[in-house]
DNA sequence: TTGTAGGCGTTATCAG
DNA sequence: CTGATAACGCCTACAA
């Protein structure tokens, strides 16, 4: 690998010279120029990105924190955030967490030293202590981290009224929700309290199952059953995601039951591929590429140490299909 | 933020010392070992990443550059890529190229100045210089890139095979298949193959709709809608992947056609999310956990300088649904 | 318009 | 067992 030294030596110039070159600063003349871009050719020399960054202190990365990839909001998400960030001059480097708060310890470990510049948060486990006192710029996407750290989410309180209205308005009494723990601090659970309400307001009473987050889908499905058996007369469900939505679909399939015959189901979610795969559900959409974007535009504001709100909310809506 | 020097300082001991005890190379009293581990807790100290990539010349960071993770196969391929290389001690830097020619460029050309230590490719566009010249250890996920490029893909030859012979063994004889674009160098080439083979092999005639990657989703639908104007008496469809076979199910059923009983459809890739949300799918399943765990042993090989084969096979499997 | 010298924070060699 | 010193490759005052 030549160096800016080897690049100097070729073209009889100094190595200040070469870089000044290379990031065009100064008065340089036309020649003096060319010489360099030819001996830089002839070496195939490309400037070492890990000593400008250590001269810098500053990395250009950012690093993205989530349970998993593979799940299609967090994919979504992570694409769109790679897109923003990618405009911005940002690379992009990422964690899964997995909902492993070992792995994600360690990951923050890594990360908060002097290896991003950055950091943008949607794990789900509780209080892992470094994030504050870090003292990096983070934003944190759908969960509540601590005071100083901005959070970006969906209007989840809204979502929630859409969704239980409507199915409300479609005649259903008996309407059960679920949602993640309850004893999680995160923006989710206001679709669980706009549920409570709205259901209370109609003299209808709220039942919400707690499915956490890091289970076997064989005990998921068991939870999801148990609904049934508890409450055969339930007359609809309000899922807290889109793929219990499908799989709340599949039981019902099996014990046959006829949707939306038999049961209104909305979802939650309204990623791309879910509307691809699952046209008929009706869901509440997050705005994913809005919330990227905007989550971007915020860290960009720690960044520059400028001040941010402590809370961004980004409007939903209810995507109609046949199922609720 | 505090350097070794700071940590020195306050330990009385020199910056050396103090960095034998954060690697522990040599011998240390255990008094001067407490004394440093005391003065790094009161600082606060850690160790600067970026300097020590830049003596060590490598940064424990391996690039992927995808289409986008937002799409089910790549996203769960990420996810397991990132597992395994979390484990083996690697960060994983993303790059999205949305099959937008310019922006892999870019990201090469920076990727391959030492900002990571290997490669792991799977995007879809053609002949893009740089690859070759890096001399950056790469492998290919599911593409033909050069000779010096090792391939991970799954059977799709049998993939292929097993899904045109299910179909014909169903009694379907006006099987149809659709496929990326034919000038494409990709492993995926090989399933029309085996289709085309097979279906001769039976005396029908093979008939491939071609698909391009990056066009929007209203001009797929437009494209696979022909395949029913066209031929109005399709018997059965072997789709290139799910997604599209999920939008040929809907298709066919606002033309009417009932799955399976006016239409036998196969898919290819059998992900989680697909087999969540669409559970009656027939499909070929990739091996999408192997293929991982192979790109980065054989990822790892490369970095050690051993040699390795041209291409690596994994085994793919029919997931028996109600569709095909 | 170009060159010299010192520093970014770490590690390793070599001497003590 | 410990310390001084030179590197890793680049950038920027300051000088010329």
Same mark, same amino acid.
């Given at each position: ?115 991003? &510049?950055? +950091?943008?948060? /949607?794990?789900?486990?509780?209080? @892992? ?6 003292? !990096?710029?983070? *934003? ?121 015959? &038999?049961? +209104?189901?909305? /979802?939650?979610?309204?990623?791309? @591929? ?6 008929? !559900?009706?869901? *509440? ?40």
């Amino acid at each position: 690998m030549p160096k800016l030294e080897d690049v100097a030596k070729r073209a009889n110039l100094s190595k200040t010279t070469v870089s000044r070159v290379l990031n065009n600063r100064g008065y340089l003349s036309q020649k003096t120029i060319d010489k360099v871009y030819q001996a830089m050719e002839e070496l195939n020399y490309h400037p070492n990105v890990v000593a400008r960054q250590l001269y810098k202190n500053k990395t250009d990365l950012i690093g993205i924190l989530l349970p998993t990839v593979a799940n299609p909001f967090f994919g979504e998400l992570t694409a769109f955030l790679e897109d923003d960030l990618y405009q911005q001059g940002f690379k992009v480097l990422i964690g899964n967490s997995m909902n492993n708060p070992q792995k994600e310890a360690d990951y923050l470990q890594q990360l908060l030293i002097k290896q991003v &510049d950055g +950091l943008i948060v /949607g794990t789900h486990n509780q209080g @892992i202590e470094q994030y504050h006192q870090s003292g !990096l710029p983070i *934003v944190a996407i759908d969960r509540i981290m601590n005071e100083d750290i901005p959070v970006i989410a969906s209007d989840n309180y809204r979502g929630g009224i859409l969704a239980t209205e409507r199915l409300i308005e479609r005649g259903a009494k008996k309407i059960i929700h679920t949602n993640g723990p309850n004893d999680l601090e995160t923006p989710a659970k206001r679709r669980r309290e706009a549920y409570e309400q709205v259901m209370k307001a109609h003299n209808l009473s709220p039942i919400t199952y707690e499915v956490d987050f890091n289970i076997t889908p064989a005990d998921k499905v068991k939870i999801l059953r148990r609904i049934f058996l508890e409450h055969p007369d339930v007359e609809a469900i309000f899922a807290s995601n889109d793929t219990d939505a499908a799989q709340i679909m599949q039981i019902a399939q099996n014990l046959g039951r006829q949707i939306p015959r &038999d049961l +209104l189901l909305i /979802g939650y979610d309204g990623t791309q @591929i879910v509307r691809e795969l699952l046209p008929q !559900l009706t869901t *509440v959409i997050q705005p994913i590429d809005q919330m990227a974007k905007k989550s971007v535009a915020v860290l960009k504001q720690r960044l520059a140490q400028e001040s941010t709100k402590k809370e961004y909310l980004l409007p939903v809506k209810l995507q109609e299909g046949t199922t609720g």
